[in-house]
């Protein structure tokens, strides 16, 4: 069921909005001013977009009760911390990759959606943290 709810709201997102990209690390900035200054090489933001691609396909299989997802999350945690991000930074992003599907549903954002939601962002947000 949760992975059920994930999906479509992934999936109405899309058809909606298009690619969230833009979107997602506009949040991000917004939130942690200090990362947009991580970016400054990715001038076309295709770094931004296989980012948030790995990060869709990392909820999606925690979601689905799956261990590839907790590894991604767990070694892109590494990978980050040695271009000097915080582990509390990377795992700011799961928070608000979840408020950019929220804004996108609008009135189709259901309860049940906000908990599916929650627990998946919470999980993501421990493994990103080391915990």
Do not use: C, K
């Amino acid at each position: 069921m949760t992975a059920d709810l994930i999906r479509q709201s992934l999936e109405r997102l899309a058809e909606r909005h298009g690619d969230p990209t833009a979107q997602v690390y506009a949040h991000l900035f917004a939130a942690r001013p200090d990362a947009e200054d991580l970016f400054v090489g990715d001038r076309t933001g295709a770094a931004r977009g296989e980012m948030l691609a790995q990060a869709f396909d990392a909820l999606l299989d925690l979601a689905d009760g799956g261990d590839q997802g907790a590894r991604l999350i767990a070694i892109e945690r590494v990978n980050h911390e040695g271009l000097g991000v915080p582990p509390e930074v990377f795992a700011d992003f799961f928070p608000v990759v979840a408020e950019v599907v929220r804004e996108g549903l609008g009135e189709d954002w259901t309860a049940a959606t906000a908990t599916a939601w929650a627990a998946l962002t919470e999980r993501a947000r421990q493994l990103a943290e080391g915990a």
